[in-house]
């Protein structure tokens, strides 16, 4: 498997992150997982083979999904942790070239994330999946080398980000209109 399929590979999962994560979160946790897993392996093991690569991460994914399913707040909590520090760190990346400040901002995420999820559990499912989908979508684009500048595919993250979470604060309130409606009806 080449590099360009696997970069088009997180731009699927971003995508399908972004516009779902809440509605189908086993499903958003399990994707955490791997692109976590091939984030992580990516960067300290940058030679590594791009198939053992794409086995590993699909098999932390899976048992991530399985482990969602018996333990949900728990995991929700960390996933949420996870992906709002690795967005926090890439716009440090991205924006200040000050390598120190990375882990600085990966651990401040971290604790939003946390927070967030902890406290606001819908809306805080819906803010970090949706920001971790366009991060996702960026990153995956950037691996792909798609023919476009940085600053473009930085705006097209932001502009999934954004879709995802409006498209999913719809369906969370359609879906809680719903059940107020079939409790009252």
Not at 13 to 18: E, I, K, M, P, Y
Not at 54 to 79: C, D
Not at 167 to 184: I, K, P, Y
């Amino acid at each position: 498997m080449t590099a360009t399929t696997l970069g088009w590979l997180l731009v699927g999962g971003g995508v399908l992150l972004a516009l779902v994560g809440r509605q189908l979160f086993w499903v958003a946790v399990g994707l955490t997982g791997f692109l976590v897993t091939y984030s992580i392996a990516r960067a300290l093991l940058p030679d590594l083979d791009p198939t053992v690569l794409l086995i590993v991460a699909i098999t932390i994914g899976v048992v991530g999904a399985i482990i969602t399913l018996v333990s949900l707040r728990l995991v929700t909590a960390v996933a949420g942790a996870l992906l709002l520090a690795i967005v926090a760190r890439a716009l440090v990346v991205l924006y200040v070239d000050e390598s120190a400040l990375q882990w600085v901002a990966f651990a401040i995420g971290a604790v939003l994330g946390w927070f967030l999820v902890r406290t606001l559990f819908d809306i805080g499912i819906i803010v970090t999946t949706a920001l971790g989908g366009g991060w996702y979508v960026a990153n995956g684009l950037e691996i792909a080398d798609a023919d476009l500048t940085a600053a473009t595919i930085g705006w097209i993250g932001i502009g999934v980000a954004i879709v995802g979470f409006v498209v999913q604060t719809w369906l969370w309130r359609r879906s809680v209109a719903e059940a107020t409606t079939a409790a009252t009806g």
